[in-house]
């Protein structure tokens, strides 16, 4: 007779070594594990909580500088360095791992306007107030040498800002007119005008190189080609333009911080209507910054608050703010993709993490399994109200808060003060303007 | 060299002559005389060439030799007329004369009349706006390369920054192969043998002989043949992999099946050898016979047919497998049948058989076996109704098993299965009866009146029933037409069931009255709704076919959908006008007939009720069921977990009665939850276009605890991932394959020469190097 009896193959279940995986036999039958659907639910809504829980997105504040900070410049081949110029003509240099200034150097009189580094990473450019372009190195003096920029180049007129070339022994200014430089040159190789008012920031595209964008005082965000020294096109918004950015990853896309509260994406092909109105601010915008991806972007506003908006989003993803934190003037976003640092009129720098909630150093396949998974089920059940509710809650200050309660009103009332022009007019004699061309006055040729 | 110059010469010479010719074509010019001079001065100048040859004289310019006012047509001399010439006095002959060679210049001339002055140069402004927009057109084209790359990282699912990769050389096997060497013993052994045999090592795919022998073929033969060569090895890997395959199979039924099918191919074989061939098909048989009764193969007494025998009193397989056996070894036996059987030949075996096989096998084998001719003759008619008892108790299963394994089509197995647990039932049922315990219980319920021994007549129909099948199922034992049999069986089955349907059913009458006490209405679709309980699943052929005996029982206890279909239109003529009803009687009476006949196909009310019912069916939470059969008790074939278990483990839906309980006329509906409708999305998101398509991705779970680890790898994918420390540069077009079309940047400089000296240039040179 034959006795059936329970037994186990030790093969199934024991390790040959000690560093193989566990196999852990499962059951997939979906009978076994039923209510997927609530289960992942309830799974999206503890990490959606848990996520508000852990975002404490301020990690430092850098602080040394005796006037506020006016301009900001990464590194590019140290993650860790910072360059940063105050408007009292003192630039300093940061380590971001140890949080320390680890040169001091009084550079210009007066406000430092621009400062931008060179594509190798070994010198480094600055204009301020006093008329001067000087260059520097990036590496101290050695002992005993006296702090002297490389080269220093007298011009006419105010520049208001630098950029340098992305792989080219050239850098742009401006000021009255963009001139682009030689490095080896006291005088611009090519000037390029365009209408007669101060010209307030210029950038190099990061991907075709031959490419410039400045924004000027006459409300006006001009192009230019390098190859062929002549501007291309120029647009005219509502408001000036502080300054502009381009996506590094999108050669034909760039983001204009302007002083109606509003940033505007434009694809550089058609500038007549702008690819997407970035609205949350409740002041002027003053800088902006693309993080390196070139999924997302920062922004920098005197409502002593920075945003960080989705590319192709209107509304912002998420809002920085500190107690102590003054107009914000200039921001970055780190070449890892990681943090932002932004620069501010009560002299401090101020590191963020880019991720409000990410947990930060090396992370075991596990924690990182569990991190993607929650990132996923968040995603899918954004829509459900408990969840969008809690994802979406952000504490704002009561300034900024009451602000935005009053602009929402007045924005309201504008509105329905079209609604109502149009209700009671001849039809076909008002024409409606859709929201994203309404800020557009024309674009030049 | 001179010979070359020569030839120029005598060339140009050549078209000279041919433009003297032509003023000379001109037919008013040509005189005689000309023609004699021209051929004199012609030889002159082919005479000069010939001189020429020496390389010392050179040709002289023509001079005017003869004075005189006659100019030649190439040398136009002003003197003379102290005028000026103008353009007009020359074309007066060309305008006046018609000749063809003076078209062309009368074209050029029409030409020239035709073209006026330049414009003034445009304004500075419009020019630079000219340019720029020249520019812009230029670089949006440029940027428009970029497009396609733009929009697949936009779709992409996942982004890997950075995006320069660092490509991992490859090595070539050769290479790899080269470095290596055979260490130990087995490795220089293979190699050795390797190389014996000329085996290519690295990547050739035939030995030096195979190509060899494809040189000596032609390019069609050779392909031909690789061809066939291919696919052979082909051939032959598959049929080892289906061979493999086919080995592997577990399922004991398939097995069966392929040795039954090999079986049958062999009788066909041997049948149209038969037919073909009598005489070697009669040898072989008698040679099958004789290796028959040389072996003792089929004759149970093997080791495992030993064990068998231990085997069979309990086991029914077991039994059934030397049955089979047995009758292989007879079948074998037998002698042809022209030749007449003898009993002593057929005793031997038989004797054999009896002392191998305890007593029990062969009882039932008595009754069993099919195309056993003793057996047959044992199975008289007489004693056929004697042995009924014992045959229920010991036919049922041997009958499953035949089936079981003669089965090829699902519907006899099903049936079979049906018969037996019916018969399991009325066995257990009868058991009952014996003891007259449950009996009671029994009668309760539903049919006080019935007397058991009402019941137990009903009972003895299955028994009949089952005669019929036992005999219905004897024919089949024969190895043809087992199938086709079953198949005519079943209509009468179902025409008999009327006969068993009055079975009692004790848990389903509980619970109907259960359900007739909570829901008036709903009686009818009992028998519809999905039972919870294993005990109704079981019997749910049964209660289908029971349906309409049943229904007509409640009806009579409490129609309550007729109570309701009569009081309806009650309530409809009250809502009606009574002196409208007085008046105009006829005409009403004329127009419900009417409406009576244009709407005599649809049944308003009844389609309402039947709406209300299904949905209270579906709003309904069922009953939860919790017995576990055997639990505490024994357990097994036919035994049912009792009632006051069964009552102590239910437990009952909750909740309140329906809000519409009593109305008639009115569908609430309870769907709504506003406590679920906090957490429920309530406007279509976005991207979807349907609600459908947002419901499916909600309901894919997404989780490890339901996909495998690669699936829910896959499906968690971040969609930008980093490295943590790396920096992230801005791409380049030598990233995505393009060339950049910054290199040029430099042509700013060629633009101003001016401004760049020669040491700045390789200042620049060197920094691009850098």
Known sequence: MKVKMLSRNPDTYVRETKLDLQKVPRNYDPTLHPFEVPREYVRALNATKLERVFAKPFLASLDGHRDGVNCLAKHPKSLATVLSGACDGEVKIWNLSQRKCIRTIQAHEGFVRGICTRFCGTSFFTVGDDKTVKQWKMDGPGYGEEEEPLHTILGKTVYTGIDHHWKEPLFATCGQQVDIWDEQKTNPICSMTWGFD???SVKFNPIETFLLGSCASDR?????????????KKVILDMRTNTICWNPMEAFIFTAANEDYNLYTFDMRALDTPVMVHMDHVSAVLDVDYSPTGKEFVSASFDKSIRIFPVARSQSREVYHTKRMQHVICVKWTSDNKYIMCGSDEMNIRLWKANASEKLGVLTSREKAAKDYNQKLKEKFQHYPHIKRISRHRHLPKSIYSQIQEQRIMKEARRRKEVNRLKHSKPGSVSIVSKKKKHIVAVVK | MTASRVAESLLALSQQEELVDLPKNHPLSVSEDEEDSDRERKHQKLLEAISSLDGKNRRKVAERSEAGLKVSEFNVSSEGSGEKLVLADLLEPAKTSSSPSLATVKKQLN?????????????????????RELAFNKTSQVLSKWDPIVLKNRQANQLVFPLEKEQSAFAPIEHVLSGWTARTLLEQKVFNLLHKNKQPVTDHFLTPMEKASLKAMSLEEAKMHQAEL????????????????EKKIKSKKYHKIVKKEKAKKALKAFEQLGKVNPTVALEKLEKARIMERMSLK????????????????????????????????????????????????ERGPEEVEELLIPGVVNKVQMNADGPNPWMLSSCTQDSREAETHEDLEELPEPVAHEVSESEVDEGPVAEEEILLKEFEEWRSLRRRSELSQDAELVGSQETKESSSQEKLSELRAPSQRFKENHQSWKPKASPTGTV???HREEPSLEEEEPLLLQRPKRVQTLEELEELEKEECSQSQEFFRPGLEGQQLERNPNNLSNAPKEKKKKEQMLDLQNLLTTKSPSVRSLAVPTTLKEVDDEEERDQKQMIKEAFAGDDVIKDFLKEKRDTIEASKSKDMDLTLPGWGKWGGMGLKPSAKKRRH????????????????????????????AAHQVQVLPYPFTHHSQFERTVQTPIGSTWNTQRAFQKLTTPKVVTKPGHIIKPIKAEDVGYWSSSRSDLSVMQRYPKQLSMSHKKQLKKNSVD
């Open chain 2, 484 to 486: 086709p049999q079953a």
């Open chain 2, 649 to 676: 483990f239910l437990i009952k839906a909750p909740g309140p009665p329906r809000k519409d309980k009593n109305f008639p006329n009115v569908i609430i509906n309870e769907k709504r939850n506003i406590h679920a």
């Open chain 2, 230 to 245: 291919q696919r052979a090895r082909a051939l032959q890997s598959y049929y080892e992999a289906r061979a493999q395959r």
């Open chain 2, 111 to 131: 030409r020239v009349k035709s073209k006026k002055t330049v414009r003034l140069p445009l304004h500075k402004e419009e020019v630079e706006r000219i340019l």
């Open chain 1, 220 to 232: 006006n965000i001009v192009l230019y080609d390098m190859r062929q020294a002549t501007p291309l």
């Open chain 1, 198 to 200: 101060s010209i307030s």
């Open chain 2, 298 to 345: 089929h004759q149970n007494s093997g080791k495992w047919a030993k064990s068998k025998v231990i085997m069979a009193k309990y086991d029914l397989e077991a039994h059934q497998a030397m049955q089979e056996q047995l009758s292989k070894n007879k079948e074998l036996m037998q002698k042809l049948q022209i030749a007449l059987e003898s009993e002593e030949e």
